[in-house]
């Protein structure tokens, strides 16, 4: 099957490669030439413009955008809109808010344009282990699509089958799923960040408090590799943790300044919309801001208080 694949930076090269490995047929455009130039040394077809991109391709075709969500997303699809015909697909494979994903569907309606939104898992790492991806739009559009998203996933990979299921694998068995319309898949694959964001945040705590440890002189990166066997809280996370602090015990390549993509925000907010208490992800959120301050107002604030109340002085 042919895919053109636009926005070849580390998701999208590595996407391509791993269908092309799958025997699928990439055509690729990036706005930097080098990495049009890697993906034909890849094996793949290169472009210059979305419109030769489009030439390049088979109907009925299928276009996976990987680009940053916001602008560079919406102007890609509007102008995608213009050199696609009906009845062929856009996915949208980046962090997009699943509320844009509604104006993209319409967008594309209008030209008879089906549109897929596909929350997509997987880092660095899935060139080699696979994807999750996590679905939404007509199952029309879906089915075309598939054996895109067969050849993405994980596949079987190994992980024993949860105790009850029975019979041929399921698609969510091999790592991705159809959740429902548009929107549903990147609504999902929100709430999968909100919680990686709580996760990595409870770790993050735990590493530190051992850290802190007066009493002992405990060896962090030996604490981590021993919860990695048998342990309840065990995980990839966890499995990353341990790479990092073997390369550098004391993290000191790391300054501690911690970005957001938009998602944990995006989940909390859907949180306060439904009345749904989310505590652990709001707070792990809020840590992330408080990354980037070396010293709040707030406790500029806090500080001048206790002065004023007790004479208080700052420690030097």
């Known amino acids: 099957m042919q895919i053109g694949m636009i926005g070849l930076g580390k998701m999208g090269a590595n996407m391509a490669e791993r269908l092309m490995k799958a025997g699928h047929e990439c055509v690729g455009y990036d706005l930097t030439a080098d ?26 075709r299928v276009v996976w955008v990987m680009v940053p969500a916001g602008k560079p997303t919406d102007d890609t699809i509007q102008e995608l809109s213009g050199v696609l015909e009906k009845g062929e697909v856009v996915i949208d494979g980046g ?11 319409e967008m594309l309606k209008t030209k008879g344009i089906h549109f897929m939104d596909a929350g997509t898992s997987g880092g660095v790492w899935g060139k080699d282990r696979g994807y999750c991806l996590m679905i939404g739009g007509p199952k029309e559009a879906f089915d075309i699509c598939e054996p895109i998203y067969k050849a993405l996933a994980p596949g079987e990979s190994g992980i024993e089958r949860t105790k009850g299921r029975k019979g041929d694998l399921s698609a969510s068995e091999q790592g991705y799923l159809h959740c429902g319309p548009v929107g549903s898949g990147h609504y999902v694959k929100m709430v999968h960040n909100g919680i990686e964001y709580g996760v990595m945040q409870a770790y993050a705590e735990g590493f530190d408090i051992l850290k802190g440890a007066g009493e002992f002189d405990l060896d962090i990166k030996e604490v981590a590799e021993v919860w990695r066997r048998g342990s309840v809280i065990g995980s990839w996370l966890l499995d990353l943790s341990a790479i990092a602090l073997l390369e550098d015990n004391e993290l000191e390549a790391y300054s501690g300044h911690v970005a957001d993509s938009g998602e944990g925000r995006w989940t909390v907010q859907a949180a306060v919309e439904s009345g749904i208490s989310a505590e652990v992800l709001s707070t792990a959120l809020f840590k992330r801001f408080r990354s980037r301050q070396e010293n709040s107002f707030a406790e500029k604030i806090l500080s001048a208080m206790r002065f004023q109340f007790g004479g208080h002085v700052e420690k030097g």
């Open 95 to 105: 962090n997009s808010y699943y509320r844009d994903d509604f104006r993209h569907a």
């Open 35 to 60: 990495n049009v130039k890697n993906l034909e040394s890849a094996g793949g077809k290169g472009a210059k413009s979305l419109k030769e991109l489009s030439e390049k391709l088979q109907g009925p």
